[in-house]
């Protein structure tokens, strides 16, 4: 019975490049969140998708960010052009049902260093 | 300004002594959960509350939910070197649907 699963755990990027983050849910859920935790800071809601679609991105940049939630296979946030300040642990978790009185289960976090 | 504010910000005690860690906000949460993160890891759940007054015991920790749901405590008894880590409190606004965190408890429990 895994848990939410991430890969890769860390990921190191130069100035320009692209990362991709996976997150695969844990069985049975459909609806998948990720946040991103900078140094000294709280954990900062993103975006929230389900299977095919994006329910909620008031969280996310506007430019370089993106995130898929496919009907096979993991989710994927993606980060093109990486800047420094994009440094920082990015976790997804996950629900079976809408979140609202659902517990979010939280994998392991992916921590991006941008070189 | 924080939605969820958390205080003690840090929180350096001997074993066996008993603390209270507390959460605090303006705005009425349909939900409320305590998580534990440990250095170099996600958080992980310890317990969801959903109604105002509720008291959930998990062992030596307490966790009570405001009547109004805008404001949560979480209690240690007799802690131990083993409860040191990171607290973190979150809620769902009630029209909401993101997972809002407060900036966390960092508890350090000497033997």
């Known amino acids: ?115 | 300004t924080q939605l969820l504010e958390q205080s003690p910000q840090f929180l350096s005690i001997q074993e066996g002594e008993n603390l209270t860690v507390y959460c605090n906000s303006s705005s009425v949460f349909s939900s409320l959960q305590w998580y534990r993160q440990e250095p170099g890891e996600g958080p992980v759940l310890l317990v969801t509350v959903v109604t105002g007054g509720e008291v959930k015991k998990l062992k030596r920790l307490t966790f009570q939910f405001g009547d109004a749901r805008k404001d949560s405590s979480l209690h240690i008894t007799a802690a131990q070197p083993g409860d040191t880590g990171l607290y973190l409190c979150a809620g769902v606004e009630q029209a909401g649907t993101a997972l809002i965190f407060g900036k966390g408890t960092t508890l350090s429990v000497s033997s």
Request: glycine content about 8%; overall charge positive.
């Open chain 1, 1 to 115: 019975n895994a848990g939410v699963m991430q890969n890769p755990r860390h990921l190191v990027r130069r100035r320009g490049q692209e990362a991709r983050l996976r997150c695969s849910p844990m069985k049975g859920h459909s609806h998948v969140y990720w946040y991103r935790q900078l140094p000294e800071e709280g954990l900062k809601f993103m975006v929230y998708l389900q299977k095919e679609n994006i329910i909620d991105e008031s969280g996310m940049p506007k430019e370089r960010f993106s995130a898929e939630f496919p009907k096979e296979g993991p989710s994927i946030l993606r980060i093109q052009q990486v800047v420094r300040g994009d440094s920082a642990a990015y976790f997804c978790a996950s629900s079976p049902r809408d979140s609202r009185r659902e517990t979010q289960y939280f994998g392991p976090g992916t921590r991006l260093l941008v070189l």
